[in-house]
């Protein structure tokens, strides 16, 4: 357990913290106070939470790469903690604030998720990876900011600043949404990636098998003793 890997399973630890903290058994719901507005502590702290969870992601990596403490378990845990907490996160928010977040986006999210995985099983076994495109960096992204702007619109529609107006409920919908269009086209981007790669693996092993035919059907067979020919 170095240090990039206890990063990576405080992502995973951050999982139920961020289920208590959003359920109605969290004991700060309602109150006075939260960033001077009536109540939100709740939706602060959650907020707060799926950030520093988030920021762990890159976090992790970073250190395994500048530490060369890149292992096994590190590369194993890394994607799961993130499905894991993405999941969570939007499951969580079906109930938590439905008018946001429909049932539909949570499938589609975790389908997407499900889908990224098996390409990358099918891949490793084919002894290939697939590099995260610039769209896939940009959708998690996006989705950092949909999660935590339907987590604070479940609080307020907006927020007054001194006659600034921030429509929170707006930007929440609209990063959802993008969010959602932007996981499409990433998963397309993904599988064409996917199978240009495996295409070229299969024309590779199909040459190399033509080019052994070839080399066995050219071979002569030696020609017999002239002591043994009769």
């Known amino acids: 357990m170095n240090l990039p890997n206890s990063i990576t399973m ?3 630890a951050c999982v139920p913290l961020l289920i208590w903290i959003l359920s109605p058994s969290f004991p700060w719901v ?15 702290i959650a907020s707060i939470v799926f950030i520093l969870a988030s920021i762990t992601d890159g976090l992790d990596g ?3 790469r500048r530490r060369q403490q890149i292992t096994t378990m590190g590369m194993l845990l890394d994607p799961l903690a993130d499905k894991l907490m993405v999941s969570a996160a939007f499951i969580i928010l079906v ?16 389908g997407r998720e499900f889908l990224v ?14 590099q995260a495109s610039e769209i896939g960096k940009l959708k ?10 339907a987590i604070l619109a479940h609080r307020w529609d907006y927020w007054n600043w001194g006659g600034f107006i921030v429509g929170v ?12 269009i932007v996981s499409i086209i990433s998963a397309v981007d993904y599988f064409v990636g996917f199978w240009k790669k495996i295409d070229h693996a299969s024309d590779t092993r199909r040459r190399r098998r033509s080019f052994v035919l070839n080399r066995k059907a050219k071979q002569v067979p030696p020609a017999e003793n002239p002591s043994r020919i009769s």
């Open 10 to 12: 405080s992502r995973v």
């Open 30 to 44: 309602g109150g006075h106070g939260a960033l001077g507005l009536r109540g939100g502590e709740q939706e602060v």
């Open 62 to 64: 970073y250190l395994a």
């Open 95 to 110: 109930a938590y604030n439905p008018r946001v977040v429909p049932p539909w986006i949570a499938v589609l999210v975790i």
């Open 117 to 130: 995985s098996g390409l990358r099983s099918i891949a490793a076994a084919e002894g290939f990876t697939i």
């Open 140 to 149: 998690t992204v996006i989705q950092i900011v949909s999660v935590v702007a």
């Open 169 to 180: 409920h707006f930007i929440a919908v609209t990063a959802i949404y993008w969010m959602a």
